[in-house]
């Protein structure tokens, strides 16, 4: 299989998630604003970048606009669908190519796959979860759809940095983990802040008629960790990956089960 083609786009943003910088190239000026404004405040202001995807833009529909994602390997190479969109990356030359129409939410698809496979051989995840900085340590909150992870964001006090309400990005350092903010929004359709920090503990959400905390077993965490992680990839290697960096990550980080009405006292437990 050939290699894929590298061509000379006019425009180019770098944008830099987890401090991973990814340049993304096009030909169509008014994309290039789009990235700009979506991608605003982790918008690179160097050139450097560790990866390159050439995006071309075409009209819809493709074959099928109601295809789930579909994320498989062949020769070196990882392809990566859905409705929207039809994308190519090569990991050994750190390039690829998007085929999508104008929009935000298909390139945003992409970066959340791409950042997973490339999160998933260093130890690291995204995370549905919440999470923010507080007192120089990030905690993080995961939970299903309605689990309140948009409730204990909006709870979050002033001195609180929201990292995310919806998609936590998680890297491991040394024997440690450092949690980022994403651009990744759910219902407060907020971008993150553009930080980090060292991860204190991840809270597993729970709403009930009062707040309290409890410890939860090693097991059961890297179970309800697994379930909360984002995975995309079809492939044997990926999913060892994964299930090695959940394991990893709950004999290093203390999980607790969150139970918590919709009141702000609960970030006084916080901590």
């Known amino acids: 299989m050939p290699g894929l083609a590298t061509q000379i786009e006019p425009y180019s943003v770098v944008i830099a998630i987890g401090d991973v910088p990814v340049r ?20 690179s ?44 990356w090569e990991p050994g030359t750190r390039r690829g190519i998007i085929h999508q129409t104008a929009n935000p ?5 992409v970066l959340r796959i791409v950042h997973t496979l490339v999160l998933a051989r260093q130890g690291g995840f995204l995370l549905h979860s919440a999470s923010a900085i507080r007192n120089g340590k990030a905690f993080l909150f995961a939970g299903v759809s309605g689990a309140g992870k948009t409730t204990i964001s909006r709870l979050a006090p002033a001195d609180a940095t929201l990292l995310t309400d919806e998609i936590s990005y998680v890297r491991k350092r040394d024997d440690a983990y450092v949690a980022f903010g994403t651009p990744f929004t759910g219902e407060l359709a907020k971008l993150g802040e553009n930080a980090s920090a060292p991860v204190a503990a991840l809270y597993l959400l729970a709403q009930g008629p009062e707040n309290r905390i409890e410890p939860v077993a090693v097991a059961d965490a890297g179970r309800e960790l697994l379930a909360n992680m984002l995975f ?40």
């Open 232 to 271: 995309f990839a079809e492939d044997q290697e990926m999913v060892h990956w994964a299930f090695q960096a959940a394991c990893d990550f709950v004999h290093r980080v203390p999980v607790h089960r969150l139970t918590f009405v919709p009141d702000a006292r609960i970030w006084e437990m916080i901590g």
């Open 45 to 88: 202001d160097e050139d450097r970048a560790e990866y390159d995807f050439d995006v071309e833009l075409t009209a819809p529909p493709f074959a099928n606009p109601d295809a789930d994602v579909s994320v498989t390997y062949y020769s070196g190479r990882w392809l990566l669908e859905r409705g929207d969109f039809r994308a190519e």
């Open 105 to 109: 939410y298909s390139i945003d698809a």
């Open 24 to 43: 993304v190239n096009t030909s169509d000026a008014d994309f290039l604003d789009l990235l700009q404004n979506r991608y605003s405040g982790f918008v």
